[in-house]
């Protein structure tokens, strides 16, 4: 068939069924195909940008020229459906199922507590399922690699690195029995610190099997599913003969807004080129597809040559390989992988720096379809492979109507931000990699803000080539990206080298003219401009040790580099070391069939693992359904004149505009006594502040038509985004809180020395993977109106809509399945939106679905309070604290929300661990123009305590000793008050603290980092031990109550339902364990289907670490009751089984149904006499890490971690596990890599996974322990457990001090002592700049105020 028929149908294959497509829409991705066409909704959005992997699915394509077919993980929401002829796509419904059988990846995540909320699970199941398609048996290594583009915000990873690491032969450091050499490759011996053996030692806890074969597991290997290859779906037959039968034709596919034409021959590109020359080439869609999606950027016009095969031939001659350029990152490695095999080692110097660049460019998902070509024709700033293929001498070949041509990819190549010399109708056919000459070298350097999956910060790419058997630099070539709008040539630096011997004196003339030759301003767009600048510095001192090593080991130089320089040129320590989880074995003689106290896996795990959960925007479409799209402010602070939605209106499928005179009922939420408007009306206060909403039939309409509503503002003057600038205009939402221990003022007369200080904490965004979602129907009668959403506070949002709507609470009934996530965001936030959608939908009489983009939930509904905190505190010699005055300054936001109650909270807090005699503390909620801030994890929490232990960590600084010692002198002992006179007993605390150094052989590892930091400049090492003590409860009475209906069928069957929300931290399994217990029947018996306020009405939020303890008691009251009422029957037949208790109870009308309420603590705070019992108890852990910080680019490693807990006996140990490790992640998370930037007009940058940075696998520290405390009660909690989802959250802070103590290393190297500004989160920014090196010190500083910076600090 000639290339000239146009058709636009498509074949292709989805979990083994053949799926036939005319005229589809090219904008439509696989995403929404799936879930809303083929009703897969087992792949997730999460993102929708290609930066989470919640919508991995495996797609499969057979090769011609190979016979082989070959399967890749891709993310669904950038894969255009149209690219799909002839793919075989396979989702995670198509490997197994609960129903049928399920695949070994799912059973194990599942099994090996990888899923808690669930939201991540089938991206990461299918990540791992293609990995082992491709790859049976794979190292940790590969494990890691599969799953570095999958973001999970629960689990901390830990958890499913070790459920994946069974499918590895060997899976562990040493644990092949009889092994004479540590598999990490690590030797065992005495003074081997990273082989597992020994620290298995260093544990006092020698590894031995019997010890292993008696240690209680969290879960068991035995009896998992085996990996069986013949389970897995075949490739299907017809694709194959359709592939080799070379039948193809050109394909042209026409939607609302784009045309697609897929050509099959270069000629016919050529010819659509010249005839669109505006027309984008689109094979990998990672850079169009996110124009169009995020930037609003219109291709009417698209080309498409995924077909044509000139643009994949990887041809490999005597000079060097030629590379297609439509060839994926994946391709383009793994035949560079397979040069650097064949050919000599020398001739590869390009290939492999560039091998190096793809180890680390995005994750696997975004390298199997971002291609070659595209990633130079983008011309990214900070592409990773410009900067060594133009310092590696590459080419690119172009082709258009006017021939052939090769152009240099040098200087003159990349002309401006998404530039190059190519012409508009030219496209890049291939590259040319030459081979290495004699004498010459290419090195890659590259520094990004998360170690994996991030675009680089800075990158560089140098090649220099020696005079013959000399050090004298005869061709030298640097090319920097992300220091400027494209990717930059250095060579006035070259210039300045080449010609002389490679040595300190060139370098050091070359330093000066790098500065000058890339002169970042201080407001360049992106910021970090200081570190920005180091890093080019820092990149070219790396080269220059390299090849310092490299002239040595030739025998051209005489002088070895030096001792203390060769760690710097050592990739970070990466090798994971097998990780403790110890916990306490159930009491004698505890029936085998009671689960309380027992590992067991969430209830939802395996349904979460196959797709089969239902979250709220898994729901199929209801009909007339419409979809809602939200309107944002523009300004931080306008006056509106006037709202146009005539435009919107106009548009295809636009239903309505809603705005706040719409609202029936109250148009406002007020939280802590102050008013929220749901709508602005009159006047917007910051950016993102919701002004009306469009409703529309499909989802890209409404967004359409939300985009064509004009509001026209007069901007308002005295505009605040800082703390400062609130302080100085006394903007504050009241009450402003004060409390004082001792007297402070005499505290500070008593101390042998006073120091003041301060520290930044900046905000934290939720992501949560599954961004806030809803759907409400109207019932159509008598106002009801039934609504399924995902918030932790169900009532909060029912009552919220009955006023909205000015009808009786008893008509709105909400509905919560389970939710992908919430850590504290979905409660105000959420009710909120809840209204605006009640609103739509009463109004339109429809059913209204909102669900948010990842970016509009980050600009909309804020995230955790940056705070500023200020100190002056005194000392004695010894290092006791006599005095503390800390003032903490949270930035609110534009409206009060919980702010008043998080400052409070902050108060009673900021004591920790210590008894500091003499202490005052004040708070204020700064009201400002930036979007308002709302609970997180710790609800202050984390903010005010990073402030107190920066306290005891410049004392320690001051006084030149460990901060541990400065903590244990300053602890709670004995029977104590707290600074509100609550008392309490800090034993259980204390005892964490030495089991904690004791498991952590913190003495023998202070000697061993002591002398790493002797031998080593430029990589340093810190450690640090962090206590924590909770408060558990509402100090708000009325929110500790709890009630429960149970019912039991006649089948004997449960169904459990409480005022919890289930999402991700295990409540409804913890209430399954205590509904078997109490009916001492198997849980397999009770069911937990949803939240529903119709069944357990007036609930109180599932927050504050407090669900389980207050649920709980509600299920056993409701349980006790239900087991006495059948008293009677058990007794005249005490054998049973239950079924026929229930048989005859029915029989005999006893009722089967029962409430149960639990009236809580009567928790208080009196601000007024400062004192009060606000918590029920305390939760107490310590947290001991180990980092190692390359100070010459900021990286970092956690080596190891240890946690003590004390929680009380565990209902569940492998979810309250899972909640501290999770917890611990997400604090690391705070505190040393999420960053919110804001423009300096309010604008937030920072609104996806591409530019905010949440912990990945790469984070994961390389070896895990958690030990929770053995022998301890807690009277006041269910079977005397402790909460904790909260409080583990603070423990990430000790590989924030590790870090700070690695730099304080670092410092002192050159020649700097004390304290130091360290403020957080410790990004490699701070890390970095912090060390003070001499080359960071030669970064000219603009004077602050001399300029506008690019983003505005916010605590
Ligand atoms: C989540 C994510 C993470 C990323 N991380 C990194 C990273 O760490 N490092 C890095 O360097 N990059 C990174 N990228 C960028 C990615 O590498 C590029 O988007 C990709 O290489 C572009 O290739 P594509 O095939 O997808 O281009 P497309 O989006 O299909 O096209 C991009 C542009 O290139 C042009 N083009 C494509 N092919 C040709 C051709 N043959 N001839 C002429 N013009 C052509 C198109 O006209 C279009 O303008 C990331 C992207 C994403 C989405
Ligand atoms: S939803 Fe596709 S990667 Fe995030
Ligand atoms: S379980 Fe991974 S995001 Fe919740």
């Known amino acids: 068939m000639s290339g000239n028929q146009e058709s636009g149908c498509l074949t292709f294959y989805v979990n083994g069924k053949k799926v036939t497509e005319r005229d589809v829409d090219p904008e439509t991705m696989l995403l929404p195909y799936l879930r809303k066409r083929m009703r897969l909704t087992g792949a997730k959005y999460g993102c929708g940008g290609g930066g989470c992997g919640a919508c991995t699915v495996m797609l499969s394509r057979y090769q011609v020229h190979s016979r082989t077919v070959v399967h890749c993980a891709v993310n669904a929401c950038l894969l255009p459906v149209c690219q799909l002829h002839g ?50 048996q794979p190292t940790m290594e590969d494990i890691t690699e599969a799953l570095a583009g999958n973001l999970c915000r629960c689990t901390g990873y830990r958890p499913i690195l070790d459920g994946y690491k069974t499918f590895c032969e060997s899976s562990n450091c040493c644990q092949n029995s009889g092994a004479k050499s540590c598999s990490n490759g690590n030797s065992i011996s005495e003074n081997n610190s990273n082989c597992c053996q020994q620290i298995g030692k260093a544990n006092g806890n020698e590894v031995t099997d019997d010890l292993e074969n008696g240690h209680l597991k969290l879960f068991s290997t035995d009896n998992l599913l085996p990996l069986d290859p013949t389970q897995d779906l075949i490739f299907p037959p017809e694709l194959i003969r359709m592939t080799e039968s070379g039948l193809q034709a050109t394909q042209t596919f026409r939607g609302e807004r784009i045309t697609w034409v897929s050509p099959i021959s270069l000629d016919e590109v050529v010819d659509l080129k010249s005839r669109h020359p505006e027309a984008p080439i689109v094979i990998g869609n990672t850079n ?81 379809v971002a291609t070659l070509g595209g990633n130079i024709v983008s011309a990214y700033p900070n592409s990773d492979l410009n900067p060594v293929l133009a310092a590696g001498n590459c080419r690119l070949t172009v082709v258009s109507k006017g021939g052939r041509r090769e152009i240099p990819m040098n200087k003159d190549f990349f002309v401006g931000f998404g530039k190059t010399l190519l012409n508009p109708d030219e496209i890049a056919v291939s590259v040319f990699i030459p081979v290495s000459r004699k004498g010459e070298f290419v090195r890659a ?52 080298i080449i010609g002389r011997p490679w040595g300190e004196e060139a370098l050091t003339a070359a330093y000066p003219v790098l500065l000058e030759e890339i002169p970042l301003p201080p407001s360049a767009p992106g910021g970090k401009v200081a570190f920005r600048r180091a890093l080019t510095l820092n990149f070219l001192f790396k080269f220059f040790l390299q090849m310092q090593q490299k002239l040595a080991e030739m025998g051209i130089i005489a002088e070895d580099l030096r001792q203390d320089m060769r760690s710097s040129l050592e990739a970070l320590p990466n090798d994971f070391l097998p990780s403790y989880q110890e916990f306490q074995d159930v009491l004698e003689g505890q029936p085998g069939q009671d689960p309380v106290g027992r590992p067991m896996m969430h209830r939802s795990a395996l349904s979460q693992a196959t797709g089969e959960a ?119 939402f009241e009450p402003l809180r004060e409390i004082e221990r001792g007297n402070v003022s005499e505290g500070f007369k008593m101390a042998d020395h006073i120091h003041e200080g301060e520290i930044r904490i900046g905000g934290q965004e939720h992501f949560y993977m599954e961004t806030q979602s809803m759907l409400v129907i109207p019932v159509g009668e008598e106002g009801e109106m039934n609504v399924y959403l995902s918030t932790q506070h169900p009532t909060m949002a029912q009552d919220a809509i009955a006023e909205t709507l000015d009808i009786p609470s008893n008509r709105v009934t909400c509905h919560i399945k389970r939710i992908g996530g919430a850590f504290g965001g979905k409660v105000t936030k959420t009710t909120i939106l809840a209204c605006i959608t009640a609103v739509a939908a009463w109004k339109t009489e429809r059913s209204v679905r909102l669900v948010l983009e990842r970016g509009e939930d980050m600009l909309i509904t804020g995230a955790r309070h940056p705070v500023l905190g200020q100190y002056k505190i005194g000392y004695m010699k010894d290092g006791r604290i006599t005095a503390a005055d800390v003032k903490y300054y949270a930035n609110a936001g534009n409206t009060a929300d919980e702010s008043p109650l998080i400052v409070a909270k902050i108060l009673l807090h900021f004591d920790n661990a210590y008894n500091i005699p003499n202490m005052r503390g004040r708070s204020a909620a700064c009201k400002t123009n930036l979007p308002s801030n709302t609970a997180f994890r710790g609800f202050g929490v984390p903010q005010c305590m990073l402030v107190t232990e920066s306290i005891i960590n410049d004392v320690a600084l001051k006084l030149g000793r460990p901060a541990e010692e400065i903590r244990e002198l300053n602890m709670y002992r004995g029977p104590s008050l707290t600074h509100y006179k609550m008392p309490f007993d800090p034993e259980n605390m204390l005892r964490c603290w030495e089991e904690c150094k004791r498991r952590s052989s913190i003495q023998r590892r202070r000697g061993d980092i002591a002398q790493f930091n002797q031998h080593n400049r430029f990589k340093k090492r810190g450690l640090a031990l962090v206590p924590i003590k909770y408060g558990i409860g509402f100090d708000i009475a009325f929110l500790n109550q709890a009630a429960a209906l149970v019912h039991i069928f006649q089948d004997g069957s449960v169904l459990v339902n409480h005022g919890g929300t289930e999402m991700g931290q295990g409540i409804h399994t913890k209430m399954q364990q205590v509904a078997s217990r109490e009916l001492r029947i198997p849980t397999s018996l009770i069911h937990i289907s949803e939240t529903n306020t119709h069944m357990v009405p007036n609930t109180c939020p599932s927050a504050a670490s407090f669900g389980t303890d207050a649920n709980g008691m509600a299920v056993k009251d409701a349980c006790e009751t239900l087991y006495k009422r059948l008293e009677p029957i058990r007794k005249r037949n005490p054998e049973g089984p239950w079924q026929s208790w229930i048989k005859a109870a029915f029989l005999e009308k006893i009722s089967l149904s029962a409430t149960g309420y639990y009236k809580g603590h009567d928790l208080y705070m009196d601000w007024e006499k400062q004192e009060g019992q606000p918590y029920a108890y305390f939760t107490y852990g310590v947290c001991c890490c180990e980092v190692e910080l390359d100070c010459l680019t900021g990286d970092y490693r956690t080596i190891r971690t240890d946690v003590v807990f004390d929680i009380g006996r565990s209902i569940n140990p492998s979810i309250d596990i899972g909640q501290i490790e999770g917890a611990f992640t997400q604090g690391v998370g705070l505190y040393t890599m999420e960053e919110l930037k804001f423009s300096p007009s309010g604008v937030l940058y920072t609104r996806g996974p591409g530019q905010y940075k949440i912990p990945a696998v790469c ?95 916010t605590p």
């Open 614 to 732: 239902v979250y709220c925007d898994d729901m199929p479409k209801t009909e007339g359904e419409l979809f809602l799209s939200l309107v944002t402010s523009t300004k931080a602070h306008a006056k509106i004149l006037n709202i146009d939605v005539g435009a919107a209106l106009a548009l295809p499928g636009v239903v309505d505009v809603i705005t706040a005179r719409d609202i029936p009922g109250k148009k406002f939420r007020m939280f802590c006594g102050m008013n929220e408007e749901l709508l602005a009306e009159k006047e917007v206060t910051c950016v993102g502040q919701m002004v009306c909403a469009v409703v529309a039939d499909t989802k890209p309409h409404a967004k359409r038509g939300a985009a064509a509503v004009k509001i026209t503002y007069e901007d308002q003057p005295e505009l605040v985004f800082t703390v400062e600038e609130a302080i100085e205009k006394k903007s504050f």
């Open 87 to 136: 793919a075989a796509v396979t989702t995670v419904e198509g490997i197994g199922s609960t129903k049928t059988k399920l695949h070994p990846v799912q059973e194990r995540i599942a099994k090996a507590h990888g899923s808690q909320c669930g939201f991540c699970t089938p991206g990461m199941v299918m990540s791992m399922y293609t990995l082992l398609r491709n790859k049976p």
């Open 288 to 368: 169009i597809g996110l124009d169009i999606k995020f930037k609003g950027i219109l291709h009417p016009f698209i080309i498409s040559p995924t077909r044509v095969p000139d643009l994949f031939v990887v041809k490999n001659t005597p000079q060097g390989v030629s590379v297609g350029a439509g060839c994926s990152m994946s391709v383009v490695r793994a035949a560079l992988e397979d040069l650097v095999r064949t050919l000599p080692l020398d001739q590869t110097e390009v290939h492999r720096a560039l091998l190096q660049q793809l180890g680390n460019l995005a994750g696997q998902q975004i390298r199997n």
């Open 445 to 496: 350097f590259r520094q990004a803000p998360r170690k994996e999956n991030a675009l680089a910060t800075v990158n560089a790419g140098m090649r220099v080539r020696f005079r013959d058997g000399s050090s004298v630099v005869d061709e030298l070539s640097i090319f920097y990206g992300g220091v400027g709008p494209c990717t930059v040539g250095a060579s006035k630096t070259c210039q300045q």
């Open 1259 to 1353: 984070d994961v520290p390389l070896q895990f322990n958690i030990y929770l405390l053995p022998g301890t009660q807690n009277p006041h909690a269910i079977y005397s457990s402790k909460g904790i989802g909260e409080p583990a959250l603070f423990l990430g802070s000790s590989v924030f001090f590790a870090l700070k103590e690695a730099v304080a290393a670092a410092r002192s190297d050159a020649g700097l002592s004390g304290p130091f500004e360290f403020h957080s989160p410790a990004t490699p920014e701070r890390a970095c700049l912090a060390c003070a090196s001499h080359l960071t010190q030669m970064v000219p500083i603009s004077k602050p105020g001399s300029f506008q910076p690019w983003a505005i600090e």
